[in-house]
């Protein structure tokens, strides 16, 4: 089996090297390997992000307040990711939601 630490690494240097779409690439490869990697759903939706790619970078964003739902950052991520994409409505629901207690 793959070393998920690794290619994550190596998605890491090719976003420090400026190669955007090979750093998502290379986390699209660990979600094919590891589907509930959260640290790669991150990564994945600052990336998409930045590549212009609301739709993806919102949905990656979701996938990762729904796999870490008890951490109020999930949503602080969901909400900036929403608000750099001039959805404003949906990112004031995600801080609203991550300021709400989980039990």
């Known amino acids: 089996m793959p070393d998920i630490n690794a290619m994550y690494d190596e998605a890491t240097a090719l976003k420090d090297a400026a190669n955007l779409p090979g750093a998502v690439a290379k986390l699209e ?23 212009g790619l609301a739709d993806k970078a919102i949905a990656y964003a979701r996938k990762v307040v729904e796999l870490d ?24 629901e995600a801080l609203a939601r991550g300021k709400m207690p989980v039990h």
């Open 69 to 92: 739902p008890k951490n109020p950052v999930s949503y602080t991520q969901l909400s900036i990711i929403c608000q750099r994409l001039g959805r404003i409505a949906e990112a004031e």
């Open 29 to 51: 490869e660990i979600l094919a390997i590891e589907p509930t990697h959260v640290l790669t759903h991150q990564a994945l939706a600052v990336y998409c992000q930045r590549l």
